[in-house]
């Protein structure tokens, strides 16, 4: 399986992922952490992360994966949403917890 393959695979597989740089528990950067503080925000008590500093080839697959350069990388239903800036804009409007109550409703 090709890199894209299994990236394809865990974006698809689970409602919701963050690709990030250390794990939910220890982000090793602000950018990481934030975007983990604002899925606890929101309670979403569990979601896959997968750390992007284990496995270079997953760090640079996941940026080519998304034509985007920046870790971390939120990914709800399969759709890549943004990175940690993004997720902060999206919850001051409202939109992520809109995103979010639709992977509950289906689930």
Same mark, same amino acid.
């Given at each position: 399986?090709? *890199?894209?393959?299994?990236? =394809? !695979? !865990?974006? +698809?597989? =689970?409602?919701?992922? &963050?690709?990030?740089?250390? +794990?939910?528990?220890?982000?090793?950067?602000?950018? $990481?952490?934030?975007?983990?503080?604002? &899925?606890? %925000?929101?309670? #979403?008590? +569990?979601?896959? $992360? #997968?750390?992007? &500093?284990?496995?270079?080839?997953?760090?640079?697959?996941?940026?080519?994966?998304?034509?985007?350069? +920046? *870790?971390?990388?939120?990914?709800?239903?399969?759709?890549? #949403?943004?990175?940690?800036? *993004?997720?902060? /804009?999206?919850?001051? $409007?409202? /939109?992520?917890? !809109?995103?979010?109550?639709? #992977?509950? %409703?289906?689930?």
């Amino acid at each position: 399986m090709s *890199i894209q393959e299994a990236i =394809h !695979q !865990q974006v +698809t597989t =689970h409602p919701v992922v &963050l690709y990030m740089k250390g +794990t939910p528990q220890f982000p090793q950067c602000g950018f $990481s952490g934030n975007a983990v503080r604002i &899925l606890n %925000a929101l309670g #979403v008590k +569990t979601f896959f $992360s #997968v750390d992007v &500093l284990r496995d270079a080839e997953i760090r640079q697959g996941i940026k080519d994966y998304a034509n985007w350069p +920046t *870790i971390p990388q939120l990914y709800i239903n399969g759709e890549f #949403v943004g990175g940690s800036d *993004i997720m902060g /804009e999206m919850y001051q $409007s409202g /939109e992520l917890q !809109q995103l979010l109550a639709k #992977v509950a %409703a289906s689930n």
